[in-house]
């Protein structure tokens, strides 16, 4: 099993806030939003006298609750189209567990989410990475790469859209070829799409079950974990139209019992959020993007894709590695007791060698520690760099 880039740090961070430094986690999503109040008021109203488990698929209640949700968003589809998991981590398991057996592939465009690595893995699936560029902000690549890398083992392909690490947010004209892609070769597409509400500007999500004839070939897994600021909630979703694949995820949803009773509860109360609070959430995380942007851009040497949602930034630095760099940062380096933890971008990537000069940056901190933040890392590579090994 690989070891999570966003993660893998902790340790040193926490030994330099031992030290009394002060440690900006740039490193994970992890939003300093509050939740919305509604999730509050159901979780103080539970009547119950017993925590049991729920059903396999999720409580009926809660799943018919979602399917309003997403055909507000002109996804047309019912509670029996919806598996409740543990999270969207359980989600994309079930799915790869699902359609996969060991030795098949899936294609994946990089960088993608760390923990897409972790999954292939546990199912004993091989990833096979498409890469994209830095240069063109990670657009989709061409369609004729995706071709030539399709075999008989192929199964799927993943993306996250809005785009963890990236930020990018796929066109409609995008996500259609990979609709005529999944048609043609008869497979399947996994589209995480847990940043939905994340779009920025006069960007529009487009949703793999807006394409039409999608019906049988398209997977979509969801959270509450960013939509309403729910990390510890644990409650994700697997949707498919497919009723042998949803037949076949119920046997790793068994397996595994059921999901967690008082996230749902949680959960089905986070539905009602207005949409007022969407609308500051939104505005606020724009403003982090655009204040982060422009102060990366500042530094020497530095090159962003600039991200249309999510609230990722993938940035590239003039330092020879950026695994030793993070580190560095956290082991050796502080400016008036005060560093900064970012997930090396190689962790992102499943090509040997891609992304050593990358990083990823989440803008989940308030306005004023992001300016700090780049102020820090600006004094680190230079210090970085002039130093003799």
Known sequence: ??????????????????????????????????????????????????????????????????????????????????????????????????????????????????????????????????????????????????????????????????????????????????????????????????????????TTHHSILHEQGMENHAIIIDSVSKRYSMCGARIGTMITKNKTLMQTAMKFAQTR?????????????AIDTPQSYFDEVIGEYKERRDTLVRKLKEIPGVKVAEPKGAFYIIAELPVDNTDKFAQWLLENFSDNKETVMVAPASGFYSTQGQGTREIRMAYVLKKEDLIRSAEILKKAITLYNNQSY
């Open 257 to 269: 019992l059921s999901p967690p009773t008082l996230g749902q509860i949680a959960s089905e109360a």
């Open 1 to 202: 099993m690989p070891a999570s880039p966003i993660r893998k740090l902790v340790p040193y961070a926490d030994q330099a806030k031992k030290k009394g430094i002060k440690v900006y986690h740039l490193n994970i999503g992890q939003p300093d939003i509050k939740t919305p109040e509604v999730v509050f008021e159901a979780i103080k109203n539970i009547d119950l006298n017993l925590i049991a488990y729920s059903p396999s698929q999720g409580y009926e209640n809660y799943r018919k609750k979602l399917a309003g949700y997403y055909q507000k968003n002109n996804i047309d589809i019912t509670a029996d189209d919806i598996l409740v998991t543990t999270g969207g981590s359980e989600a994309l398991s079930i799915a790869i567990g699902s359609i996969a057996d060991p030795g098949d592939e899936i294609i994946i465009p990089e960088p993608f989410y760390a923990n897409y690595n972790g999954f292939a893995k546990q199912n004993a699936v091989n990833v096979v990475p498409i890469h994209s560029s830095i240069d063109d902000n990670f657009a989709l690549p061409p369609i004729a790469e995706f071709e030539k890398l399709i075999t008989p083992k192929t199964k799927a392909i993943l993306y996250s859209n809005p785009g963890n690490p990236t930020g990018y947010v796929y066109t409609k004209e995008e996500i259609s070829a990979l609709r005529d892609l999944a048609l043609k070769y008869d497979i399947y597409i996994i589209a995480d799409e847990v940043y939905r509400e994340f779009i920025y500007g006069d």
